[in-house]
Structures are given as structure tokens and as C-alpha cells.
Nanobody
């Protein structure tokens, strides 16, 4: 069974930091583009960051640039999201995905994690 399992979410005060992890099992995604997404209540799932298979190319949503860092350890088939200077508006369920694609403004993947809640208090 192919799984992506996120961990590391929680409750943090504004200005604090959290590190999310996404571990793959059941198949390897070492050569896949991976991404982080988030969904706040009542909102569409949105792109946060992505990383290519070498780790040499990363992309970020504008509001997280300079605060979040995406990385991966291919040997462990694990991806990370270091989140610094967190703001209340970062509150959402965070999902990792493998091989995401965008069509008509929405994001799709055959491989999504179950999500981890991040709550930032003011």
C-alpha cells in the first residue's frame, strides 16, 4: 500500500516555528516532484511549496517565501517543511503530495498524505 504520512503539526504561537515531515512507504518517490499544500476551513487547497527530485529546484507560494524552507532526504524518501516566523494566517491542514499537477486552477495528485493540523495562535 502506497502511503505518504505527515507529522510534525501542532499548536504554536505567532512567530514560532514548526517542522513538518512527509515519509513515503509502499513505493519510492525519490525521483518525483513533491509538494506541500494547505487547506484552511472554508477555503480551497492551495500550493505552499514544491521540490524537484534532486532538491536543486524549489518553488514557494509568495506568502511563505523567506519564512518556509522545503527540503528532502532522498535516501530516507522523506520530505520536510521548515516553517519559521509563523503567522495566524498560516493556520491550516497541511498535506504532502507526490507528482502534483495543476489543472484549471486546482491541484491534483494520485498520492496525498492524510494531513497534519497546524494552528498558529496570535
Amino acid at each position: 500500500q502506497v502511503q505518504l504520512v505527515e507529522s510534525g503539526g501542532g499548536l504554536v504561537q505567532a512567530g514560532g516555528s514548526l517542522r513538518l515531515s512527509c515519509a513515503a512507504s509502499g513505493r519510492s518517490f525519490r525521483y518525483s516532484v513533491m509538494g506541500w499544500f494547505r487547506q484552511a476551513p472554508g477555503k480551497e487547497r492551495e500550493f505552499v511549496a514544491s521540490i524537484n527530485w534532486t532538491g536543486g529546484r524549489t518553488d514557494y507560494e509568495d506568502s511563505v517565501k523567506g519564512r518556509f524552507i522545503i527540503s528532502r532526504e532522498r535516501a530516507k524518501d522523506t520530505m520536510y517543511l521548515q516553517m519559521n516566523s509563523l503567522k495566524p494566517e498560516d493556520t491550516a491542514v497541511y498535506y504532502c503530495a507526490a507528482e502534483p499537477s495543476q489543472r484549471a486552477g486546482s491541484w491534483y495528485s494520485d498520492f496525498w498524505g492524510q494531513g497534519t493540523q497546524v494552528t498558529v495562535s496570535s
